[in-house]
């Protein structure tokens, strides 16, 4: 431990962790601003971290994630194995609809992207890959929280609920109600609950047939196309039976 | 610095280097084995990662690269921006011929594959998103090589240039007499060069539709489908005019 009490090895996690979707690039001074070390203490790392590959300078002199650290975390087995199962699936339902194909997973309060399919025809959204979000606010997020522990229910649905859009549930008993029905209908249709020009359609993706749920599946259509999004649960649902029983052919062949 | 010279910065580099592809999950003895640390150190280590959520333990007890790292590292702009731009065109070519197409980096002389698209009726092949192969050894590769520094042609022909299939082209006139090939045609059709049972069609993806060559797309099909892959060639100059392009509007529009 050093005299301000982090060891070296936090002040290596507390550098990468100011870069992320939102700041890709960072100069010198808010890496140690954010990261809550003195310049020369930042420097030192920032340069152990640029020498294994960790980080890349960029020509006006800020600092960006690099390629190694990149490969590094690209074997992320939560993501990978995921990804691998599903791709394939989402290519289908990106070919049959053209629209945003979504995968995600919940990590503990929160949704994170880890697999996006999107064509020049697909509207834009505000989420991207590698990017949290409230697990209630997105029709993803309500599909995995439907399926998580009780418990965790009760402590999300404890907390006031961000109003997104006018269309956004934010009463906590309307919105229990809403993940039994998820439960039962198994579909989801999320009615510009996060942004007024989005609906989307999400169904819960399953380690086997019956098993735990793993991440949930989403199309994202514009709002104008909302009667189109209820036409998308069939499709959607034989993509996630698939995806379901990849990952459970997989799981069982790991054992 | 500790006693055995390894500071301790560098001692959690040397615990995440031990994770890749190849190895996603790893025991603490492996760890601290392939890092050249002592248990003790390892388990410290690896304790302040998983603290952070750099690494994640299995039920079985080994340790694999978390959800937090890769958040982290899908910053990477070297990745993100090419991906960003290239996934749309890489999807067209997808619905159009169903075959793997790849996008690839040269980090020194290695190949990076970066993005994959591939479903249910592509060929399996060696290479997946993440891993490295000699920049010669593939298509792309040869494609990013023949745009690469004259210098650095130099380096990679001076080597022994390892014989993958009884096609692979080794003497290095040979290799030569190739990439000045592949700079006047702009398509390289790479017949199974890597494995006899594929073959790659690659182009290079430039910043603008003259600047820099920053990536090589593929496609990659069935070595059965060889005059297959020759047909591809207009298919696949029009997608990487198209992400050159965007690229070059994104540069600029970052300038």
Redesign the interface.
């Known amino acids: 431990m050093s005299a301000n009490g982090v ?7 507390r550098v ?2 100011v ?3 939102e ?3 960072r100069t010198l001074s808010e890496i140690a601003r954010s990261a809550g070390l003195a310049v020369s203490t930042a420097h030192r ?1 920032v340069a ?2 640029a020498a ?1 590959g ?1 980080l ?1 300078r ?1 020509e006006d002199g800020s600092w ?4 190694r ?12 194995i995921l990804r691998d199962a599903a ?2 699936f989402m ?2 339902l ?2 049959a609809t053209h629209e945003n194909i979504q995968l995600a ?1 919940r ?1 503990g309060t929160e949704l ?1 992207f ?1 697999e996006r ?4 025809r697909s509207v834009d959204l505000l989420t991207m ?2 990017t ?1 979000f409230p697990v209630a606010s997105t029709g993803m997020g309500r599909v995995l929280l439907a399926h998580a522990p009780r418990e965790f229910q009760d402590e999300v649905l404890a907390e006031p609920l961000r109003s997104w859009t006018p269309h956004t549930v934010t009463d906590p008993r309307t919105l229990r109600a809403q993940l039994d029905l998820i439960r039962r209908e198994q579909v989801f249709v999320s009615d510009r609950q996060l942004s007024e020009s989005t609906v989307a359609v999400a169904a819960p993706v399953r380690i086997g047939r019956s098993g735990p749920v793993s991440a949930a599946l989403g199309i994202v259509v514009a709002a104008r196309g909302a009667e189109r999004a209820r036409g998308l649960r069939e499709p959607l649902l034989r993509a996630v039976h698939g995806i379901s029983e990849e990952l459970g052919r997989r799981a069982r062949t790991a054992l």
């Open positions: 060891s070296a090895a936090g002040k290596v996690l990468l962790a870069f992320d979707r700041h890709p690039s790392v152990e971290l294994w960790a890349e960029a960006h994630v690099g390629l650290l990149w490969e590094v975390a690209s074997g992320c087995p939560r993501t990978q791709l394939p290519q289908d990106y070919e997973v990590e994170v880890v399919i999107a064509g020049h890959v590698g949290r």
